[in-house]
């Protein structure tokens, strides 16, 4: 049976010339993209090439037997390729093998069903579903084993998990006959093999690498916030990725439709279906991660030295704005717009006013704080009437530097590592000491008092000696030493200097180093730093009886020795 051995024939001398070439191939993609990347794309346009090759074949074969051993015969070769690809991905060598056990016995559970000896329909209904059941167990062994190869854990059980879940329904689906699958199924399954191919070595490899570049030009806590977000970004696109090509590589759009048409809220102002809830929640991740990453770039842009103060900002203002964009494009997705939101407004009325009333005044507030520019990320404030007694501070006000202006509420980080949240309406109605509002130089004036045998003179020249020797001292602004009074029991000096307060926050080091410097150096000069002294004057005379053991305590003053 020529008509039948030559496209056999033919199929086996296609996956001959791809074993043979995929050494030259691969060499030839490693020129140009990462390895990994390179072979796991070699290996998937390899699958899908010989399963278009193996079934257009079998159209020449004139028995259909035949013919669907040929088709799922090239059904196994592309699986077998797919696996290969995904375990590039992973360095993970326990049960390797299984995924191929899967599909052999799947391939063998189709070639009984063709050519089994009786017609007995049990049996041939039982080959169907074991054949689909090793698909998909062979499937779920080969998501599990790409998902072990993404680094970062959440995403690696999201992955995991979603593919197990969708997975599962698909099987299910299938099983009932509601999900056919067709030629285009298997180039639909190598699209996301090769999809999830990108994204591992997006997490694995690309994300770190960039990760690694930006070190330095922003904090640790901005890299990890932008890192997250990329990975949160790249992940949601990636499931859409999958769903879009569920839908064009299979009947699954026609199941997908259907969520459309259940619906949480059917009213005739709202009507949100299960299908525009998952796009929403899809979107907004999106536009949330969008949003993020964007602000962290914007920050970028600015100079290294105008980064934190006025990137931050920048930074702050983007938010703010985007956040509102983000929620009205969200609630138009939903379904939910302005004409639903007037009306139930209206209905709900003044409750409706007064619950966000606070809300709207602090939101509003933040941008006004931020267009005036009275205040910005990085500036130096102290706060009045807030006491943070838990770790030993009793000062009745906080000093610190502004870390984030939010939508609702301002960040405030203190010098004992204390996040305090303060509602942006409150820097509007009170006043605000700010150390760094237009330049972050402030001025220090550190009292100082010496014995009234010292040499004032003196005095200054070494008290102006202490202050060029500190390193926080603003060299081009001027420094003194200023007589400040007659004391009762010193002369009182006080040292005068500026500091650029963004840099020395920790203001009392500064002046303890101040003291400890001064302390020896005025030692060293013979300068005492007197402890007080006060004489004390008594108006009447005064009787005095010393005590003494016996007779009561009272001495005897007729007694010769006293």
């Known amino acids: 049976m020529p008509e039948v051995v030559t496209p056999f024939l033919l199929f086996l001398l296609a996956v001959s010339v791809t074993v043979l070439s995929e050494f030259v191939l691969k060499k030839a ?34 028995y259909w037997n035949y013919r669907e051993l040929l088709r799922n015969f090239s059904i196994l070769v592309s699986a077998i390729y797919i696996t290969r690809a995904a375990h590039l991905l992973t360095s993970r060598k326990k049960f390797r093998f299984l995924p191929y056990l899967c599909f052999l016995l799947a391939f063998t559970a189709s070639a009984l069903f063709l050519f089994f000896p009786f017609e007995n329909y049990r049996i041939l209904q039982a080959l169907t579903a074991a ?18 190869a993404i680094s970062r854990e959440i995403i690696a059980k999201t992955v995991k998990v979603t593919g197990t879940i969708l997975l599962s329904i698909l099987f299910i689906l299938w099983e009932f006959e509601y999900l056919k699958f067709d030629v285009k199924t298997l180039m639909g399954i190598a699209v996301i093999v090769l999809l999830t191919a990108i994204l591992t070595v997006l997490n694995s490899k690309v994300f ?20 997250q977000n990329l990975k949160a970004l790249t992940s949601a696109l990636y499931l859409l990725a999958l769903v879009a090509v569920l839908k064009g590589f299979s009947n699954f759009g026609n199941i997908i439709g259907k969520l459309y048409s259940i619906y949480i809220i059917n009213t005739d102002l709202v009507k949100i279906s299960v299908g525009n809830l998952i796009n929403t929640i899809f979107l907004g991740v999106i536009l949330f991660s969008l949003l993020n990453i964007g602000k962290k770039l914007v920050k970028l842009s600015f100079p290294r030295e105008r980064r934190e103060v006025e990137g931050g900002s920048a930074e702050a203002l983007i938010f703010n704005l985007g956040v509102l964009f983000n929620v009205i494009i969200l609630l138009s997705s939903l379904g939910i717009t302005w004409k639903v939101l007037l009306p139930v407004a209206g209905t709900l009325g003044v409750g409706l006013g007064f619950g966000l009333q606070t809300i709207m005044n602090n939101y509003v507030s933040g941008f006004i704080l931020l267009f005036s520019k009275k205040l910005k990320v990085g500036d130096i404030l102290e706060l009045p009437s807030i006491s943070v007694t838990t770790l030993g501070t ?26 305090i949240s303060i509602p942006n309406s409150s820097f509007i109605n009170s006043p605000i000491v700010n150390f760094s509002y237009k330049d972050p130089y402030v001025r220090l004036k550190i009292p100082v008092g010496v014995a009234y045998s010292s040499d004032p003179l003196k005095v200054k020249e070494i008290l102006l000696s ?55 150096k005025l030692k060293e000069a013979g300068i005492e730093i007197p402890f007080p002294q006060n004489d004390i004057w008594f108006r009447n005379s005064l009787k005095v009886e010393i005590e003494k053991p016996g007779n009561g305590g009272i001495i005897d003053k007729s007694d010769p020795g006293t």
């Open 29 to 62: 993609l490693r020129k140009r993209v990462e390895e990994t990347l390179a072979d796991t794309v070699f290996l998937t346009l390899s699958s899908i090439f010989l399963f278009v090759v193996g079934w257009l074949l079998s159209n020449h074969v004139p």
């Open 131 to 148: 054949k689909k059941f090793f698909i998909f167990l062979g499937s779920l062994m080969v998501v599990w084993e790409l998902s072990s």
């Open 208 to 227: 770190p690498f960039l990760m690694e570049k930006l070190k330095g030009e922003l904090p640790q806590k901005d890299l990890e916030s932008f890192e």
């Open 394 to 419: 009793t000062s009745p006000s906080v000093f610190g530097k502004v870390e984030d202006i939010g939508i609702l509420s301002t960040i405030i980080r203190t010098n004992d590592g204390v996040e």
């Open 466 to 520: 202490v202050i060029e020797e500190l390193p926080y001292t603003v060299k081009f602004l001027p420094k003194t030493v200023r007589f400040e009074e007659l004391g009762d029991s010193a002369l009182i000096f006080k040292a005068i200097f500026w500091i650029d307060v963004r840099k020395n926050l920790w203001v009392r080091n500064i002046v303890s180093d101040f003291y400890y410097k001064a302390w020896y």
